[in-house]
């Protein structure tokens, strides 16, 4: 059984669609991350399960219990913010006591859980600092605490470490998710950050546009994108004009099943990982430059006037460089191609 | 490399602090010693007599006029501070109210004093409309002269001082503290009284001794709505110009004397309390 | 709630405004309050009360002496206090503390204070000094302090002048080109607040010129009154509108900057 369901909502502010039918299910102790670019209603959607803003239409269940007009305070959740959240004129320490004084826990009680959580998140020494003298990283954990504290029923998490430095944002990530799987927490977690989300979730919802565009596992999401948005939006791709043939696609020397999300679609979308090079005079292709990444090297190779983008093993290429003449080909481990439309190229986020 | 002033530094300072000095400080302590030299002999005579009779009076109705009105003030800017704050449209409002206070905080002195004679004085239109109304403004005992009625008067600029004081403070206010809050359970009740009330409070303080100073040396509109108040800025001028009597100048110092001393010592209390509320402030 | 906080607002409102209209309609109505009746509300209006006003000389003269003490606080305060405001940001910010505090004494030494002081020490020394009522510059640009100091102070941080000044440090400017090629043309919105807010003051201050006899606007204008009531009240209402405009411009120049006119905080 679900335990958070929203069915069919839909929100518009002004002239513009924050989400249109929007339907999630969150099952017991799952996190859900949903992640889309900036405007795509992902915020909306997790304020509209906070009680902040009222959906025009459709339900939001928490526990098989409709909760679409129960006001925030009554809802029994928990939310870490974007930062600023704690309130200034209270220590950490009473930042996490407060939620636990509205419950109106005795004092022994109160006493203990602010000690655990302090100890859970790793903050005891830092607990009686106040909010600013605190690092962007410490607050962040007195915020996780205190969300904690009233022991929700659902955790909110709105781009928490978006105002990080990247190594505590790492260190944080694998720390909320070690919390939460203690605490066994239903999580709702909202970023624009592909990598956060895949790292972290059991479940990512890609949004686009008020719509959730697919909802999955890091990897499959990953390794099967089910529309053109998703395949552009998380990861990089390369689209490979390809043909349909008897038994499948062709794409590049091989013929593969594929996946054509849309009747007019002839582009195979491929990650630079499931392409691999051999150096050959005749291959027809020749390498533009080259980006060293570590245990991979990534090379931008021009082939029939078009750009393509392939990973390869450092160790199996260890002086590959500009101008070295490579025949790219689709690796033999490769069974499922997804084909849009549109223009051939590679693109993505660039990752970081 | 480090040094503690260096020469550019001082060629602006000195001009400044001798500037300070010369303006400031000379007359300053000059009217000290005076005040403890009373007939050119060293006594604490003017300083007693300062305190007693009339003059007690006058300090003593200072304080309380600039407390009332720095209170009265004080919670009605902050009220209009929040009331606009928690209001988005239209849009046109907070824009007015915000260039109107800061023209109306600056508009003391003697045009104020006229504007509500012109209402409310006994020849004043609102009073006028008042009694058609049935309303006697005379009888019922209220006067721009008395203490009411200066309160009344001195709110106009009282209030719009507040409203800028507390206007960055309330601005400050985040709207994820109020949802962290409400998330947490927390009634929007409690959220003002256990988290922004408490912020809001250093700000509210250094308004109202910004208000209690503003009021107490407020001159001009008493001077005009009653130029025989007992309050101490009219009684400085009654001994500065009935400057016949020896003697009497000395108790002008004396009474200035305590007035910075009472402002001076005021200031430090605010500084204080300010300290003591937003030990989550400073480090 | 809702409903309460409109009813006070407009309470508020109202309480701002009447004192207005009345000077307004005593100023230009030349019908008493005790002959006003309903049907008599629009007979009467004119504005010769304040035309009559204008052509004084003794208001003239009282009117130049206030607009030149006007341009002369607003001139020493800018070059009394710019170059100090700004040193002590972008070479000694440990002396913030100590400037915040000095420019914040004025404040417990209001004008009817100082006046007793002054009398007792320069009346005696130099009385040649108390003369002239350009002699009034000086404690002007004083009381201004609190406000006209923090302006700048504002200004000088929110342009991050330090950054500015070691940007151009580092190109090889001096440190006066600094100040006045770099950091006044930045700062405009804040050297405006601060001429503002001294213009105010000289316009409005009362105790100082009233004790030491120097015909000012506002002295000029308490005398007035009494002679000439209607007139005197059209000349109070024109000065206020004269303070509100200025700060009015004040205030729109920072807003566009994205300030705030800001009242002197402990």
């Known amino acids: 059984m679900a335990d958070v369901r929203m069915t069919g909502v839909r929100k518009v502010f002004g002239s513009t669609v924050a989400l249109s039918d929007f339907t999630l299910e969150i099952q017991s102790g799952e996190l859900i991350c949903l992640l889309g670019p900036s405007g795509c209603g992902k915020t909306t959607a997790l304020r509209i399960l906070a009680g902040f803003e009222k959906p025009d239409a459709g339900t939001v269940e928490v526990g098989g219990e409709d909760i679409t007009t129960v006001p925030t305070p009554k809802r029994g959740f928990g939310m870490v913010f974007q930062e600023y959240s704690l309130f200034p004129n209270m220590t950490g320490r009473a930042n996490v006591d407060f939620a636990l004084k509205l419950r109106k826990a005795g004092a022994t009680e109160r006493k203990e859980t602010v000690d655990r959580l302090l100890a859970i998140t790793g903050l005891t020494e830092h607990a009686d600092k106040f909010p600013h003298q605190m690092s962007g990283g410490q607050r962040q954990r007195v915020a996780l605490a205190r969300a904690l504290a009233s022991q929700p029923r659902l955790l909110l998490l709105d781009e928490p470490l978006s105002a990080l430095d990247a190594q505590v944002r790492d260190s944080l990530r694998e720390e909320i998710r070690r919390v939460q799987r203690e605490v066994g927490v239903t999580t709702l977690f909202v970023t624009h950050d592909q990598h956060e989300a895949l790292a972290i979730a059991d479940r990512v919802g890609v949004m686009s546009q008020g719509v959730l565009e697919q909802l999955d596992p890091p990897r499959a999401l990953y390794e099967s994108p089910a529309t053109a948005f998703v395949a552009g939006f998380v990861g990089t791709v390369n689209r490979i004009p390809s043909e349909r043939v008897d038994g499948g696609w062709r794409v590049l020397n091989r013929v593969v099943p594929g996946r054509p999300a849309s009747e007019g679609a002839s582009l195979a979308v491929v990650r630079p990982e499931q392409l691999a090079v051999d150096l050959d005079p005749e291959g027809g292709g020749s390498v533009r430059e080259t980006t060293f990444l570590g245990p991979l090297t990534r090379a931008i190779v021009e082939r029939d006037g078009q750009t393509l983008i392939v990973d390869v093993l450092t160790s199996e290429f260890p002086t590959l460089s500009a101008g070295a003449p490579v025949r790219v080909r689709l690796r033999d481990d490769v069974d499922d191609v997804l084909l849009i439309e549109g223009r051939a190229a590679a693109n993505g986020p660039a990752t970081g | ?283 | 709630m809702r409903v309460l906080r409109n009813i006070f607002l407009a309470a508020v409102a109202l309480y701002f405004l009447v004192p207005l209209l009345a000077m307004a309609r005593f100023a230009f109505q030349s019908v008493p309050v005790v002959l006003l009746t309903p049907d008599k509300l629009l007979q009467g209006w004119s504005i010769s009360g304040l035309l009559d006003v204008f052509a004084n000389p003794e208001f003239q003269k009282a009117a130049i002496t206030s607009l030149q003490l006007m341009v002369l606080s607003i001139l020493v305060t800018l070059v009394l206090l710019l170059p100090v405001a700004a040193l002590v940001e972008i070479r000694a910010p440990r002396m913030r503390t100590l400037m915040a505090g000095i420019t914040l004494l004025p404040w417990v030494v209001p004008p009817i204070a100082l006046v007793v002081g002054v009398a007792a020490t320069f009346r005696n020394t130099v009385p040649w000094f108390l003369a002239s009522p350009y002699s009034l510059v000086p404690f002007y640009v004083l009381w201004a302090l609190p406000f006209s100091y923090r302006a700048l102070d504002a200004g000088l941080r929110a342009i991050g002048a330090r950054t500015l000044y070691e940007a151009a440090r580092v190109m090889g400017a001096s440190t006066f080109t600094i100040i006045v090629r770099v950091l006044v043309p930045n700062m405009v919105g804040a050297i405006i607040a601060a001429s503002v807010l001294t213009a105010a003051l000289v316009l409005g201050e009362f105790a100082f010129a009233a004790l030491l006899l120097k015909e000012t606007l506002p002295t000029f204008m308490a005398e007035f009154q009494r002679s000439e009531p209607r007139a005197g009240m059209a000349l109070a209402l024109a000065v206020m509108l004269l303070t509100a405009f200025i700060i009015w411009i004040g205030v729109r120049v920072l807003r566009r900057r994205g300030m705030e006119l800001q009242a002197a905080g402990v």
């Open chain 2, 1 to 283: 490399m480090r040094r503690r002033f260096d020469t550019a530094t001082l060629v602006v300072a000195v001009p400044f602090l001798a500037f300070v000095g010369l303006f400031l400080f000379v007359p300053t302590i000059g009217l000290a010693v005076k005040a403890f030299t009373p007939g050119g002999t060293l006594g604490l005579s003017a300083m007693q007599r300062a305190l007693e009779g009339s003059y007690r009076t006058a300090f003593v109705n200072s304080i309380s006029l600039s407390l009332t009105s720095a209170l009265i003030g004080g919670v009605i800017g902050l009220l209009v501070a929040l009331s606009l704050h928690s209001l988005s449209r239209p849009r046109w409002l907070r824009s007015t109210v915000d260039s109107w206070f800061a023209v109306a905080a600056q508009l003391g002195g003697i045009p104020l004093a006229f504007a509500f004679i012109a209402a409310l004085g006994t020849q004043g239109i609102i009073t006028k409309v008042l009694g058609l109304a049935g309303v006697s403004v005379t009888e019922s005992g209220f006067s721009l002269s008395e203490f009411w009625g200066l309160v009344l008067v001195y709110l106009y600029f009282q209030i719009p001082l507040m409203f800028l004081v507390m206007m960055p403070a309330v601005g400050g206010l985040r709207q994820t503290w109020s949802e962290a809050a409400s998330i947490m359970g927390a009634s929007s009740a409690r959220y003002w009284r256990s988290v922004a009330l408490p912020l809001l409070i250093p700000a509210f303080l250094g308004g109202l001794l910004l208000l209690f100073v503003n009021a107490f040396a407020a001159y001009a509109t008493a001077y005009v709505l009653n130029p025989g108040a007992q309050i101490v800025p009219l009684q400085i001028r009654f001994l500065l110009q009935g400057n016949v009597i020896t003697g009497e100048q000395d108790l002008a110092y004396a009474i200035v004397l305590w007035t910075i001393t009472l402002l001076l010592a005021s200031l430090i209390l605010v500084a204080l309390l300010q300290r003591r509320t937003a030990k989550w402030a400073s480090a």
